[in-house]
């Protein structure tokens, strides 16, 4: 009984808060709340209440924001006017006007709508914006001064269409690598990412007589609190720690915004010690609100009210009474519109509590200037892709670079010789981009999208020619010259999210040659240059070893002509050493999870490690460690396809690749669409349309996938069948070998298909060896799956997944039909 009661005791004693004093006090320009308190006498209830809905672009015209009297929307990320990714800086203010034009009247006042973007390393939701290094890279500058400058570049950019409020900075501390936002992260180290945040934050709202001023504009910290500090790096998990652990390790960087003036702050997706933060009175409001007082207002994240216990997307009084004041609620907005009235009218929620939700927000407004005459989308002058924002990006990817190993001092190189690169990153402007890049997971984007941006090949390309050099790019490893060094350029995947969440800091690359040609080049002693683009520190113990020199640059964004200022010498002489320092500590092996202020640290590279030309230190071999992982799961899809693999269509002997979130295929028999589920964009609309010809959608990949030595291996895909077609469905997979396909295997599954309720989600489950009777080799698929009819079909598909399984739990092969004959 007492170890119960200790264990009771050791476990409440994590919610205890009285001892921590987290009260902050802040000298801010405050706006004149007389006039706020005016105005907010006169609203009605549905305008108050309007006031605290914010809807995706997507899911409200402006007439439909007219006529609920709405107080804000947002354009997710890649959400753009008319849907349409390649709008134009008329067609974004365009928007804004309309949107402005349908701003409630308050006696006789507008009082206009606001409207919030995730311009998160630049205004990336915008074709031809410059694009900034990732917050990783920000950090290995250590550059306060610089990452003003971005915040004020940024804001110019932001405000040039006609948007004056960005969800940005993230002020996240994260503490293990495998979270798929890493990236978003500054630092491990809560001090560096306080005082980089801050600077972002004045650097985008502006300060002293410039807060807020004509070239400013709103700056929102994200996401309160502890969101980089969930048990195992769990998107949106659950952070255990103490209040007092909570408050110096994820705190910090909120003091250091309220004191750079932050006028709104995001709370966070994920729980604290099992309460989810979208519900937590104590932190939201007592300490956020109360202690820190901090004066503006709390925005929700993308439905994140909805996993408050109790509630939904459509009605969560807890949430709002908790201190979220506006409701970020994308699509099912006029169904929380609703419950939040009648909430309201029975007392569910205060109207004090809405009446504090509407007089910060209206503060907001106020401090930038919406009630005083100000028109988001008159803003005179266009700073997209500003040539001084590029050369300020340009010095942050310099900045960043960390030169982890330089032996024989390999650089820097001579650009007047012949280099050969290698790896398909080297072509991929996605890869330098990463994820929240025009599209959210910005995995189906094309070089021709990124408007005046060179690839990091074609940026080496121009200076080496320059300089009387030459280069050339290998696929293979052939070369019609003699290469004097190789450059291997590789990396990870672009991934956002939720699809960036790993289980381990492997490194796997989608390019399935770089490794054995880098083999072969250390064999016949080349000098090895490697460039690593990631979102985070990873294990790369065996590209270390064969690599003479090897620099992690991040995701640097637009301006990778920064990578040929440091690696190359200028007519002999130095220009630009490398500066960058590790953000992050980097780990030893795949599941070494490491922080610098662990008791017992042990990294391969500390926390502020990093070379430069005059660094003598050479650096030996590292042990490759191999872990033995038991293989349980393999995502294939959610929502779209998992790296390494992408989606593809094909009619008849025609082979498209999926590259947007609205898709046709180009005869016409085959559309898509992406759409939430459970989440931002984790589901997509598929339809086959009759046509003589079968039709295909699939999920193909450059590497081979072996899962030979999974435990009864079973597709397991989530869907909802909308419309049957009268003609068959088949699912499979292929295996291939020398760059062809070498067999299949196809079965029908029409029936298990139909015996799902129409419009209801269900799981459907195929085991492996079923496709392995109809001819499929599992230790090299390339298409990992397949569907395949000639009919209308309409499916919504959320996953698609491979797992370990109990073989008696599966469906029997006999009740699937097999074959399909081409």
Not at 412 to 419: A, I
Not at 535 to 555: K, Q, Y
Not at 563 to 592: C, E, H, M, R
Not at 778 to 794: C, F, G, P, T
Request: with cysteine; charged share 20%.
């Amino acid at each position: 009984m007492k170890k119960v009661i200790f264990l009771f005791f050791l476990v409440s004693s994590i919610h205890l808060s009285a001892n921590i004093d987290w009260s902050h006090n802040t000298t801010c320009p405050s706006p004149d709340m007389e006039r706020v308190e005016s105005i907010l006498s006169k609203m009605t209830l549905r305008e108050k209440v309007g006031q605290v809905i914010m809807p995706d672009i997507d899911a409200v015209t402006p007439e439909l924001a007219k006529k609920f009297k709405l107080g804000s929307i947002l354009n997710g990320g890649g959400r753009y006017p008319n849907k349409n990714k390649f709008s134009s800086i008329e067609d974004w203010k365009n928007l804004s006007k309309a949107y402005y034009d349908a701003s409630p009247i308050i006696n006789g006042s507008i009082v206009p709508i606001l409207w919030g973007t995730d311009a998160v390393h630049g205004h990336n939701n915008v074709i031809g914006a410059t694009i900034f290094p990732h917050n990783i890279g920000l950090g290995a500058t250590r550059n306060p001064d610089l990452i003003k400058e971005i915040g004020q570049a940024v804001a110019k950019e932001v405000l040039s269409t006609g948007i004056p409020w960005t969800f940005a900075p993230t002020i996240t501390v994260p503490q293990n690598d495998t979270w798929g936002r890493t990236y978003e992260g500054y630092s491990e180290d809560p001090e560096l990412v306080a005082s980089l945040g801050q600077a972002m934050i004045l650097g985008i709202q502006g300060e002293g007589d410039n807060f807020l001023g004509l070239n400013h504009m709103l700056s929102t910290a994200k996401h309160f609190i502890a969101d980089g500090g969930t048990s195992d790096g769990v998107d949106q998990g659950d952070a255990l720690i103490s209040e007092l652990g909570l408050k110096n390790l994820h705190g910090e960087p909120y003091f250091k915004a309220l004191d750079a003036c932050v006028q709104t702050i995001m709370a966070s997706f994920n729980s604290w010690n099992g309460d989810k933060l979208h519900g937590n009175k104590y932190l939201l409001t007592e300490v956020l609100k109360n202690q820190m007082n901090f004066e503006g207002f709390v925005v929700g994240d993308w439905n994140g009210h909805g996993q408050v216990r109790g509630c939904s997307n459509t009605s969560c009084p807890q949430s709002f009474n908790a201190g979220v004041d506006i409701f970020m609620v994308p699509d099912e907005w006029q169904e929380l519109y609703k419950t939040t009235l009648k909430q309201v009218k029975n007392g569910s929620i205060p109207l004090e509590r809405l009446d504090d939700a509407v007089r910060r927000i209206l503060r907001v407004k106020m401090q930038i200037g919406l009630l005083d005459g100000k028109k988001p989308h008159e803003f005179k002058s266009n700073y997209i892709g500003d040539k001084n924002h590029f050369a300020i990006a340009r010095r942050a990817v310099r900045e960043s670079l960390v030169l982890l190993k330089n032996n024989n001092n390999v650089l820097p190189l001579n650009p007047s010789k012949h280099y050969l690169v290698v790896g398909d990153a080297a072509l991929s402007i996605n890869s330098q981009m990463g994820g929240w890049t025009i599209t959210w997971q910005a995995r189906d984007n094309k070089n021709s999208d990124y408007k005046n941006v060179q690839n990091i090949y074609s940026a080496l390309a121009g200076y080496i020619n320059n300089q009387g050099g030459s280069i050339e790019f290998s696929k293979d490893g052939s070369y019609k010259k003699k290469p004097d060094s190789v450059i291997f350029i590789f990396g990870e995947e672009p991934y956002a999210e939720g699809d960036g969440d790993r289980k381990d800091l492997e490194f796997i690359s989608k390019d399935a040659n770089y490794i054995r040609l880098m083999q072969q080049f250390n064999a016949a002693n080349f000098p090895i240059i490697s460039i690593f683009l990631s979102g985070r520190p990873m294990e790369i113990n065996r590209e270390l070893n064969l690599s003479d020199s090897f620099i992690a640059a991040w995701l640097p964004g637009s301006a990778v002509e920064g990578i040929s200022d440091v690696i190359f010498t200028n007519n002999g002489s130095i220009d630009y050493d490398f500066t960058g320092k590790l953000p992050y500590s980097w780990p030893k092996t795949a599941v070494q999870n490491v922080n610098f202020k662990d008791a017992r640290y042990d990294p391969l590279f500390p926390y502020g490690y990093g070379l430069n030309y005059s660094s003598t230190k050479e650096l030996v071999d590292v042990e490759e460690i191999k872990i033995e992982k038991e293989l349980n799961e393999i995502i294939l899809f959610v929502g779209s396809a998992y790296p390494p693999g992408f989606e593809f269509v094909q009619e008849g002997s025609s082979v498209e690749q999926v590259q947007s979130d609205i898709f046709t295929s180009k005869s016409q028999n085959i559309s898509m669409f992406k759409f939430d589920y459970k989440k931002q964009d984790d589901a997509k609309n598929l339809k086959f349309f009759k046509s003589n010809d079968y039709n295909a959608w699939g999920i193909l990949a450059d590497s081979f996938l072996d899962i030979q030595d999974m435990k009864a291996p079973s597709y397991e895909i989530e869907l909802k069948i909308n419309r049957i077609g009268s003609s068959p469905i088949y699912f499979g997979a292929t295996c291939a070998g020398n760059g062809y396909e070498i067999c299949r295997g196809m079965i029908d599954v029409t029936e298990v298909f139909k015996n799902k309720k129409l419009a209801q989600w269900a799981s459907v489950k195929i085991p492996v060896s079923c496709l392995q009777s109809a001819g499929l080799d599992s230790s090299n698929m390339d298409i990992r799956a397949i569907l395949l009819s000639n009919d209308n079909w309409d499916i919504d598909l959320h996953s698609i997944k491979i797992l370990a399984t109990n073989s008696n739990n599966l469906p029997n092969c006999s009740n699937l039909s097999s074959g399909i004959s081409q």
